[in-house]
């Protein structure tokens, strides 16, 4: 029996008054930002650090929500207080706001967000 070795990702949400982020390389499908963690760095560290390489942001405050696994990643999704200014970088070309719209998503993006609206209001601090 083979097993697959699944690449450890940190994924973020960031809530804004247009939606949730996503982002595109080729306006097709959209995910949240995020990207695989790099040898000795931890899921949160890569969650920051791939959120300022995709969008520009800085991540001002960073909260773990929960674990999430897909076929291929094991994710640690964190909800992220952003600050800067949205950008396009050279890896992703498209920033959207999900808000319920026709959105083509990928399926863990689909499933992380479902599981976001379950624990969202005992989540939420404000």
């Known amino acids: 029996m083979m097993t ?11 809530e804004t ?8 390389r080729d306006n ?4 949240l930002p995020g990207g695989g963690a790099e ?5 949160k560290r890569a969650t920051i650090r791939e959120l300022k ?10 909260e773990f929500l929960f674990n999430f696994e897909s076929v291929f990643n094991n994710h640690q999704v964190y909800l992220v207080e952003p600050k800067g200014t949205t950008k396009p970088s050279n890896e992703i070309k ?4 999900y808000n319920g719209t026709n959105l083509k998503m990928s399926n863990a993006t689909q499933e992380i967000l479902e599981q976001y609206q379950y624990i969202r209001p005992s989540k939420r601090k404000k």
Do not use: C
Not at 39 to 43: R, T, V, Y
Not at 53 to 62: D, K, P, S
């Open 17 to 24: 008054p247009k939606g949730i982020l996503v982002v595109s």
């Open 53 to 62: 390489e995709e969008t520009n942001l800085e991540a001002r405050h960073v």
């Open 94 to 97: 498209y920033i959207e706001y």
């Open 39 to 43: 040898i000795g760095e931890n899921q």
């Open 28 to 31: 097709k499908i959209y995910n």
């Open 4 to 14: 697959s070795i699944k690449r450890r990702r940190g994924t973020a949400i960031v």
